[in-house]
């Protein structure tokens, strides 16, 4: 499968934002859940947001009413609204897209199979 492209990283002042973005070139897109998690240093991977096929969308508690998770079916795009950004959301972001085949990725409540890209790094400073 095609890996998803993660992009719109960078550094941020803390209260501001930032919009990232995940082309993924896969099949059936409309027909897949997706969802964002993240990975600080020497820190678990942790979920962030998710997207189900019929958009309802759920969020971890730390991130819950700051970020948003949209999908595009038409431009096959997944995209995640960052906003009031923390010092602590500082991390390598992941696009992950749901597959029976590939392996464990962590959701805001528990896990899910699938594949994901590089990452893009997020830095939040003070």
């Known amino acids: 499968q095609v890996q998803p492209v993660e992009s719109g990283g960078g550094s941020v002042q803390a209260g501001g934002s930032l919009e990232l973005s995940c082309a993924a070139s896969v099949s059936a897109f409309s027909r897949r859940s997706m969802g964002w998690f993240r990975q600080a240093p020497g820190k678990e991977r942790e979920g962030v947001g998710t997207?189900?096929?019929?958009?309802?969308?759920d969020y971890g508690d730390s991130v819950r009413g700051r970020f948003t998770v949209s999908k595009d079916n038409a431009k096959k795009i997944l995209s995640l609204q960052m906003n009031n950004l923390k010092p602590e959301d500082t991390a390598m972001y992941y696009c992950a897209v749901d597959s029976p085949s590939g392996d464990w990725y962590p959701l805001p409540q528990g896990r899910a199979r699938g594949f994901w890209g590089q990452g893009t790094q997020v830095t939040v400073s003070t």
């Open positions: 997207i189900g096929t019929d958009g309802a969308t």
